[in-house]
């Protein structure tokens, strides 16, 4: 499947990585979320070619993750916020950093902490049921068609066959 294909996939995931869903891309995100902003900076940071860096904040900025704000009139020069819809992002990568944290650590410990400024607490990121608080795990979650799937992509993610279950998520 092409990258373009992904954007119209009835599938949320495949959506979601068709916006995010490569290396520099999600590094970009990182940075943004630690409050960097200007092109120069992001570069510097990340080792990235301007090439490639101008094209995937152009893509962010396409797909409305970003936005570009002027901070400089002569020349003009702007930096890159995120919007809403990026901020929206941050549980996504609150969760790559947890598996990170988890499973990528060397001996000394995990690279970065993270604190909850209204507590004061270091925190690790914990997905939680929206309705009851309690902590998720995939033994414990059943997936059923949405409203917004069509029957005959219904029927290709929901039924498995000899080789899985449907509707159970295994692990």
């Known amino acids: 499947m092409r ?4 954007e119209e996939e009835q599938c949320s995931i495949a959506r979601t ?3 995010i869903g490569d290396r520099w891309t999600l590094l970009i995100l990182r940075e943004c979320f630690m409050r960097v902003r200007r092109f120069e900076y992001f570069q510097s940071r990340l080792g990235i070619t301007r090439h490639v860096l101008a094209d995937r ?3 962010l900025v396409e797909a409305g993750v970003l936005v570009r704000v ?3 009139d002569r020349p003009v020069r702007e930096e890159y ?10 549980p996504v990568l609150m969760s790559i950093l947890k598996w990170g944290d988890t499973w990528r650590s060397d001996s000394d410990g995990v690279p970065v902490l993270h604190r909850h400024l209204p507590c004061g607490h270091v925190f690790q990121p914990v997905m939680a049921c929206s309705e009851c608080g309690e902590p998720v795990n995939p033994r ?5 068609p949405g409203p917004g799937i069509t029957d005959e992509d219904a029927e ?8 899985g279950s449907a509707g159970r998520a295994t692990g």
Do not use: I
Not at 3 to 6: A, F, P, S, T, Y
Not at 81 to 90: A, E, F, M, S
């Open 3 to 6: 990258w373009k294909e992904l």
């Open 57 to 59: 904040l152009r893509k």
């Open 17 to 19: 990585l068709s916006v």
């Open 81 to 90: 916020r995120l919007t809403r819809k990026g901020l929206d992002l941050y």
């Open 70 to 72: 002027p901070y400089q």
């Open 140 to 144: 414990e979650v059943s997936v059923e």
């Open 156 to 163: 290709r993610y929901f039924v498995y066959g000899r080789h």
